[in-house]
């Protein structure tokens, strides 16, 4: 039975060793939001994930563990004892927590056919480059690291391309086609922008607020801002990137146009979206 002077001395040792494990939790949190999953990635490719990581090994285990085993009747070598393996358990926890999230942080965001494919540092060795060609692509800039692949206009090199891409691995995928990411493609990239005010004729009302938000706050540099497919790994959204930077400005909570949007054109993506719809219904009556 745990009297309360028990208690009491257990919940001491708990706040003692939460404490330290905020400390280092907080310069955690300072790497994942600020280096290793910057906007916009922090909320579309598992910033939030890892910090649940490094909560629950840092912040939970450790300190409950401390509170369970935590005796002052202990002799002072059982309780330094139990102390130490807490706290190895919990540094090979936390070590692991941190390689997850450091490991799994978007390492490069690909550009190609008008469409920002963030990929993890783990993802890197799929794409055939070595630490040298990244260096290079990088010109001195940190992760994550932009790039941009050149698709060929013309469509019988492109529907070539594509049809690699399916036979071998994602055009996104390709490290040999990779160039680097700066303004002197700007030209080639804008072309891909997505003109929201036609996207958005006949959609829902939450994303007319959504864009018309963004809108009010950046007015000033609307004129400068490019609207892309953001394909990230927990979802698709559309990203505003300032041509003049050349940095992502903010994530819209709405879906990008699908590959039929894309190809057919809005109009006839919804007319064949609609006789879809028709057509199962039919076939389920």
């Known amino acids: 039975m745990i009297t309360r002077d028990l208690f009491t001395s257990k919940f001491k040792a708990f706040g003692i060793h939460f404490a330290i494990s905020f400390s280092i939790f907080l ?6 939001i600020f280096h290793w999953y910057p906007q916009p990635f922090f909320t579309t490719d598992g910033g939030w994930q890892g910090i649940r990581i490094i909560a629950l090994v840092d912040l939970v285990l450790g300190p409950t563990l401390t509170f369970i085993v935590f ?18 358990c919990q540094i090979a926890a ?8 450091h490991n799994e942080r978007p390492y490069l965001v690909v550009f190609a056919d008008g469409i920002f494919y963030p990929l993890a540092y783990y993802q890197i060795s799929e794409t055939g480059l070595k630490n040298e060609d990244l260096d290079k692509l990088a010109s001195g800039a940190k992760p994550p690291i932009k790039v941009y692949i050149d698709v060929p206009s013309d469509k019988k090199e492109y529907f070539a391309l594509l049809t690699e891409a399916t036979r071998t691995k994602p055009i996104h995928y390709m490290g040999e086609r990779y160039k680097r990411f700066d303004k002197s493609e700007i030209e080639n990239i804008s072309r891909f922008s997505i003109n929201m005010d036609a ?3 006949g959609e829902s009302m939450a994303w007319h607020e959504e864009y018309q938000q963004f809108a009010k706050t950046y007015s000033n540099e609307l ?10 790994r ?10 003049r930077s050349m940095n992502f400005v903010k994530t819209l909570n709405i879906p990008p146009p699908d590959i039929d949007e894309v190809i057919r054109g809005k109009k006839e ?15 389920a009556d």
């Not at 005796?71 to 190895?88: G, R």
């Open 27 to 32: 310069v955690l949190l300072y790497f994942i």
């Open 71 to 88: 005796n002052p009747k202990k002799s002072l070598k059982l309780l330094k004892m139990d102390l130490s393996v807490i706290a190895a």
């Open 94 to 101: 936390l070590v692991w927590g941190i390689w997850a999230v």
């Open 199 to 201: 996207y958005l004729k």
């Open 223 to 232: 004129d400068n801002m490019l609207f892309f497919p953001l394909n990230a």
């Open 234 to 243: 927990y979802d698709k959204h559309i990203v505003a990137f300032d041509k």
């Open 269 to 283: 993506a919804k007319r064949r979206r609609e006789q879809a719809k028709q057509k199962n219904a039919a076939t």
